[in-house]
Every structure is written in structure tokens, then in C-alpha cells.
């Protein structure tokens, strides 16, 4: 599923490893040993996320145009 939502990328020296997160979506949060790794598994529960929201009827939130890039 294709869409314009910001994924951003940090370390976790806690968790020691990466963290992928969805400003739109407060509780999406992904890890990864690797920034692929969290990538891919944050756009999996990214994905699931806006298909739970479009099947109950719940409005998207607006991507954040200051974070895509064109």
C-alpha cells in the first residue's frame, strides 16, 4: 500500500537498536537491528494502522507536508 506518511529513524542506545516511528500515529513504533529492518516493519504496522482506521470509519491524519520529501 502506497502512501505519503513520514517514517523517522533513530537509534536506541536503550534498546540497542533501531527505532522507526509515524509522527501521525502516535503509538506506531517499530524496531529493527538495522534502519531496514525497522523501516520494513514500521511500514507493516503503518499499513495495518490505516487499514484498522479506514475499515471503522476513523478519518486519516493529514501527512505532514514539512517531513515528505519530493
Known sequence: MKNKYAIQIFWSEEDEGFIAICQEFPGLSA????????????????????????????????????????
Not at 470509519?57 to 501527512?63: I, K, N, R, S
Request: net charge negative; glycine share 4%.
Open 31 to 70: 524496531f529493527g537491528k538495522s534502519r531496514e529492518e525497522a523501516l520494513n516493519e514500521a511500514e507493516i504496522v503503518l499499513n495495518s494502522m490505516i487499514k484498522s482506521y479506514m475499515s471503522s470509519g476513523v478519518p486519516l491524519p493529514e501527512p505532514s507536508s514539512a517531513l515528505l520529501a519530493t
